[in-house]
C-alpha cells in the first residue's frame, strides 16, 4: 500500500490496522526473526518457503468466518 491513502486501501485492511503487527508477530512466532516484511521470496531457503506457506495457511485460517 505504500502510504497510498485511497479509499480502496482502507477497503483492502478491512479493520485489520494492525496487520504488520500481526506479521512480525507470526513471524515470531515461527522462530522466523530474522525475516522482515520486506523480505523478498526467491531470498529464503526451500525450507524457509515451506515453513512460511505452511504457517501462512494456518495463520490465515484463523481469520476465516466460523
Same mark, same amino acid.
Not at 508477530?25 to 522462530?31: D, F, I, M, P
Given at each position: 500500500m505504500d502510504g497510498d491513502v #485511497? @479509499? #480502496?486501501n482502507f477497503t483492502r485492511l478491512n479493520d485489520y490496522w494492525? /496487520?504488520?503487527? $500481526?506479521a512480525m508477530?507470526? =513471524?515470531? $512466532? !515461527? @522462530?522466523m526473526r530474522h525475516i &522482515? =516484511?520486506?523480505t523478498? =521470496?526467491? &531470498?529464503l531457503s526451500g @525450507?524457509?518457503?515451506?515453513?512460511m506457506l505452511y504457517d501462512s /495457511?494456518? !495463520?490465515s485460517e484463523s481469520f476465516l468466518p466460523q
Open positions: #485511497s @479509499e #480502496s494492525n /496487520i504488520e503487527e $500481526q508477530t507470526a =513471524l515470531a $512466532q !515461527w @522462530e &522482515t =516484511l520486506n523478498t =521470496l526467491n &531470498t @525450507e524457509e518457503k515451506r515453513k /495457511i494456518c !495463520w
